[in-house]
């Protein structure tokens, strides 16, 4: 389904005197369905390989192959269809709107989207009532806890039915009783929707969860 061909990805510092390699030559394929973690200090590039998969950021040099065909052959009306339809974003810091209840939060990806509105709601109530979030819906963040306002965000990434899920730091600003709950839907949401997950994560505990883990260091991907 994705291939990633040899990408590189330099930045330089603030006194733009040098750059500093942080991608060299990386190297990954995921299949349909699968799960993949991948380990590794902060300021490894993790962050900045999960942008360069989702084309929120270019590389330098390499390849982005989605489904046969090189990401930076998109226009720019398929890479906004790509990152809003065929993947999802979750982010350590839910990033919901504050102004907006859960329900709103959930349905802001359809907004642009051309599939049925009708079908959409349905299908944001099954997930909210899945993950015992419908009783809530009419909260806004402020008003529901950081396990809470995490599961809305991956139920956010969810809507629009994506084939792949970039999973950055999700449980990083959880505890354990949340990880933990947060992890479990992950993981039903990869064996009911079929969806693949690439997850960036710190903790080698929720990364033997995952199908595959490789660790990234000094900016090479590494199997486990």
Request: hydrophobic fraction near 35%; charge should be neutral; aromatic fraction near 4%.
């Amino acid at each position: 389904m994705l291939k990633i061909e040899e990408v590189y990805k330099s930045f330089g510092n603030q006194a733009g005197t040098e750059q500093q390699q942080v991608l060299q030559g990386i190297g990954l394929e995921v299949g349909e369905g699968e799960t993949i973690a991948i380990l590794g200090p902060s300021g490894s590039g993790k962050s900045t390989l999960m942008n360069i998969i989702g084309a929120l950021e270019e590389p330098d040099r390499g390849e982005v192959i989605y489904r046969g065909r090189k990401i930076n052959d998109y226009t720019e009306k398929e890479l906004d269809r790509f990152r809003n339809e065929e993947v999802g974003f979750v982010f350590q810091f839910h990033q919901l709107l504050p102004q907006c209840n859960l329900q709103e939060n959930v349905l802001i990806p359809t907004l642009v989207s051309k599939a049925d509105r009708k079908e959409k709601r349905a299908y944001a109530e099954s997930l909210l009532k899945r993950t015992g979030l419908w009783e809530h819906r009419h909260k806004l963040p402020g008003q529901l806890s950081g396990g809470e306002c995490q599961r809305t965000a991956v139920i956010r990434a969810m809507i629009n039915r994506p084939k792949l899920l970039l999973a950055d730091e999700p449980t990083g600003a959880l505890d354990g009783r949340n990880v933990d709950v947060l992890t479990d839907l992950l993981m039903e949401l990869n064996r009911d929707e079929k969806v693949a997950i690439i997850l960036v994560t710190h903790s080698r505990e929720l990364a033997s969860r995952m199908g595959k883990v490789y660790e990234l260091k000094n900016g090479v991907l590494h199997q486990q």
